[in-house]
Structure formats: structure tokens, C-alpha cells
């Protein structure tokens, strides 16, 4: 597939919250085009329900802004079991992982970003108000330091391995922010048709994954169904008390 790595803004759009609210803010305020990226993980049990959301999504947006369409370029769906490795992403990311809790999908994207050769692709992780988020670590430990000053700077370029293929535009927006934006900009009957749960039921969000648990503690609990919210919430008073 051949894409224009100057002109458009790579987003990785996986049909969720965060990397949907960053597609619309760039084809509607911005008023730029946008590369869609998907990377396919047939294991994942969500794989169904996030593809039939970016559809709903395009769909809707064509319906209700059809002068903004033509800037969403053709989703390149890339197969993650053919996506090559480089060693020293990998040695860093065991690294990384090592110090604390981090998700696997980060290292396969840098692997991504390393093979075509891609820069500030980017990636929607929402600002945290848990101190000890992976998005904190990451401002405190790199976004917001200078390497030629910063105290650590092994972990400073451990990191830069992984992640300096990376732009994160809304990492200081609260989900709750990016509701009222959507609200203010009458994105909200959009924003509904995005997918976050990774084990849904019946073709409904679980409430008990940790992507429906945190929709539930960051503001958006209306986005899962009323009995399988109230499971989430015990299982996140469950997770409280085992510290």
C-alpha cells in the first residue's frame, strides 16, 4: 500500500475512545488528512466488533459531515503476525517491562513504525490521574525531559528505543475532556459508536476487562450496559481491597 508519509497524519485507529476522538479532532478542527492505521490481531476476541465500529464510525461521519470524508485516506490493515522484529526494540522493551507494567501492543507498534520506517505516528493514550499510569511514566521519564539533562539517561534512551516513533496527542486530555469536546462539536452520536471492550458478551462490553473497568472509572460508564457495569464495579472494589 502506498502511503503518503509527509502529508497525512499516521494515526493508529483502533475504533476506540481515545484514537477516534483524535481522528475526528484532525479531520474536523484541524481540517487535515488523516492515514488510518489498523493493525489486525486475528487472536484478539475483539478483532469483529473493532472492525465493524470503524465501519459504523466512516459511515456516520460520511452521514452527518460528508464535506470531511474524503480527508480519512483508506485504512492500511496491516496482519501483526507479519510484521518483522528488531532486537533491539525487543532487548529494550523486556527492559522496560522489567520496571513496571506495560502493554504488550507497544512493542509490536514500535515494531511496525521500525519496519516502514515511520515517524511520529500517532498514538492516542488519554492523560491518567493515577500517578503510577504507564501514561505519567512515560511524561515524567521521557516526554517532558531533556536528554541532556535528565538524571537517568539509561532509562531515558531505553525508552526512546520503543517510543520515539511515536506522537501522543491526547495525553493531556481526560476522557471526560474529550466528552465535553465532543458534546460542544455535536460529535457525541460518533463518539458512541466506538469499541473498547477486549472480551465482549453477546456483542455488548463485559464491564470486567480492564478496558470496560477503566470506561467505568474515568467518567464514560454509561458506554457499558447497566448489568454488566454493576459487575464491573465489583470486580473494581474487588481489585481495591487485594491492594
Known amino acids: 500500500m502506498e502511503i503518503d508519509k509527509k502529508n497525512v497524519n499516521l494515526l493508529l485507529w483502533t475504533s476506540g475512545w481515545d484514537s477516534t476522538f483524535r481522528l475526528l479532532?484532525?479531520?474536523?478542527?484541524?481540517?487535515?488528512?488523516?492515514?488510518?492505521?489498523?493493525?489486525?490481531?486475528?487472536?484478539?476476541?475483539?478483532l469483529k466488533n473493532e472492525l465493524e465500529a470503524i465501519q459504523k464510525i466512516q459511515d456516520k461521519i460520511k452521514d452527518e459531515f460528508p464535506e470531511a470524508i474524503d480527508l480519512?485516506?483508506?485504512?492500511?490493515?496491516?496482519?501483526?503476525?507479519?510484521?518483522?522484529?528488531?532486537?533491539?526494540?525487543?532487548?529494550?522493551?523486556?527492559?522496560?517491562s522489567s520496571m513496571r507494567k506495560i502493554g504488550s501492543q507497544y512493542e509490536w507498534l514500535a515494531q511496525f513504525s521500525h519496519h516502514y520506517d515511520l515517524k511520529n505516528v500517532e498514538i492516542s493514550v488519554e492523560k491518567n490521574l493515577d500517578l503510577?499510569?504507564?501514561?505519567?511514566?512515560?511524561?515524567?521519564?521521557?516526554?517532558?525531559?531533556?536528554?541532556s539533562e535528565c538524571s537517568d539517561k539509561k532509562?531515558?534512551?531505553t525508552i526512546d528505543t520503543v517510543f520515539k516513533y511515536f506522537h501522543f496527542p491526547v495525553i493531556y486530555l481526560l476522557k471526560t475532556k474529550m466528552l465535553s469536546i465532543a458534546k460542544e462539536n455535536n460529535w457525541l452520536n460518533i463518539m458512541n459508536?466506538?469499541?473498547?471492550?477486549?472480551?465482549?458478551?453477546?456483542?455488548?462490553?463485559?464491564?470486567?476487562?480492564?478496558?470496560?473497568?477503566?470506561?467505568?472509572?474515568?467518567?464514560?460508564?454509561?458506554?457499558?450496559?447497566?448489568t454488566n457495569r454493576i459487575l464491573g464495579y465489583i470486580k473494581i472494589y474487588k481489585n481495591k481491597l487485594k491492594g
Open 72 to 96: 480519512i485516506q483508506p485504512i492500511w490493515f496491516v496482519e501483526k503476525e507479519n510484521l518483522t522484529e528488531n532486537d533491539e526494540i525487543g532487548f529494550a522493551f523486556q527492559q522496560l
Open 132 to 147: 503510577n499510569s504507564f501514561g505519567n511514566f512515560i511524561k515524567q521519564n521521557y516526554l517532558e525531559v531533556n536528554p
Open 193 to 226: 459508536l466506538t469499541w473498547f471492550c477486549h472480551k465482549p458478551k453477546n456483542n455488548l462490553p463485559c464491564g470486567k476487562c480492564n478496558p470496560c473497568m477503566a470506561t467505568i472509572e474515568k467518567g464514560l460508564s454509561y458506554r457499558v450496559p447497566l
Open 155 to 157: 532509562l531515558y534512551y
Open 25 to 46: 479532532q484532525i479531520i474536523l478542527m484541524e481540517k487535515k488528512s488523516v492515514q488510518p492505521i489498523y493493525i489486525v490481531d486475528k487472536n484478539r476476541k475483539s
